[in-house]
């Protein structure tokens, strides 16, 4: 069965979403894209709501989203319940992000990373299993304890 991202970029991220997209599909993902498809200004949080709807209920296992720093995809992602999204900057922060904290959502920064770093950051987050162990008693502690019946 292939697993499927959800990928979006605002404006500032659209030529590096394009950049990244046969990367994502060359390592067998499923690709689900949720726009942008230009340049033209467009406002970030509705692309991350977007992709953090799709990896909440389920229509996919991993999203991918960019914006020019990947700082406002990040905050606007990590508001949804389950959706533990990760701004990388490089192979490490990629690893880390999937290793210790179990991300589910990559973001990258369109203007920060350039294509070749930004394709080793995708194949990295998405060939690094979560560790558990200790990290996973962590990990459990940012979702709400479920309400008792």
């Excluded at 067998?28 to 992709?51: E, H, K, M, Q």
């Excluded at 389950?82 to 990258?108: E, I």
Aim: aromatic share 6%; hydrophobic share 45%.
């Amino acid at each position: 069965m292939t697993e499927t991202i959800a990928i979006a970029a605002d404006h500032g991220g659209y030529d590096l979403k394009c950049a990244l997209l046969s990367e994502l599909q060359a390592l067998g993902l499923g690709v689900i894209d949720l726009g942008t498809n230009s340049r033209d200004s467009v406002d970030y949080p509705d692309f991350a709501d977007a992709v953090a709807r799709a990896v909440e209920d389920g229509r996919a296992r991993w999203g991918l989203l960019i914006c020019g720093t990947g700082i406002g995809m990040s905050m606007a992602a990590n508001r949804h319940r389950g959706v533990r999204a990760a701004l990388v900057h490089d192979g490490l922060t990629a690893r880390l992000a999937r290793q210790h904290n179990d991300a589910n959502v990559l973001v990258l920064g369109g203007r920060i990373l350039g294509p070749e770093l930004a394709k080793d950051c995708v194949k990295i987050f998405f060939a690094t299993p979560f560790e558990g162990g200790r990290h996973a008693r962590r990990v459990a502690k940012f979702s709400p304890a479920k309400a008792q019946a």
